[in-house]
Nanobody, 117 residues
Framework: QVQLVESGGGLVQPGGSLRLSCAVSGLSFSAYALSWYRQAPGKERNLVAGISMTGASTTYADSVRGRFTVSRDNHKNMVYLEMNNLKPEDTAVYYC??????????WGQGTQVTVSS
C-alpha cells in the first residue's frame, strides 16, 4: 500500500520559517519524481516545487523561488520543503506528490500552513 504522509505544517508569523516533510512508503522511492503542491481556499492546486528522481534537478514556482528549497533523501524515503521568509499568501494546504516515469501518481493527505500575525 502506497502512503505519502506530510508533516511539519502549522501557524507561523510572516517572515518565519517552516520545514515540511513527506514520508513515502510502498513504492520504489528512487523511481519517482517528487513534488510539493499547495491549494488555498477557493483556488486551484498549484505546483510549488519539484525534484527529480536523483535529486539533481529541481524546479520552483516563481512565487517561491529563492525562499523555498526542495530536497529528498533516497535512503530515508523522505522529501522535504524548507520554507523561509513566509508570507500570508503562502497560506494553503500543502500536498506531497510522487510521479513515476509512466505517469502513475500518488498524493498525500496534505498539511496546513498558515502564515499570519
Amino acid at each position: 500500500q502506497v502512503q505519502l504522509v506530510e508533516s511539519g505544517g502549522g501557524l507561523v508569523q510572516p517572515g518565519g520559517s517552516l520545514r515540511l516533510s513527506c514520508a513515502v512508503s510502498g513504492l520504489s522511492f528512487s523511481a519517482y519524481a517528487l513534488s510539493w503542491y499547495r491549494q488555498a481556499p477557493g483556488k486551484e492546486r498549484n505546483l510549488v516545487a519539484g525534484i527529480s528522481m536523483t535529486g539533481a534537478s529541481t524546479t520552483y514556482a516563481d512565487s517561491v523561488r529563492g525562499r523555498f528549497t526542495v530536497s529528498r533523501d533516497n535512503h530515508k524515503n523522505m522529501v522535504y520543503l524548507e520554507m523561509n521568509n513566509l508570507k500570508p499568501e503562502d497560506t494553503a494546504v500543502y500536498y506531497c506528490k510522487a510521479l513515476s516515469e509512466s505517469g502513475r501518481a500518488y498524493w498525500g493527505q496534505g498539511t496546513q500552513v498558515t502564515v499570519s500575525s
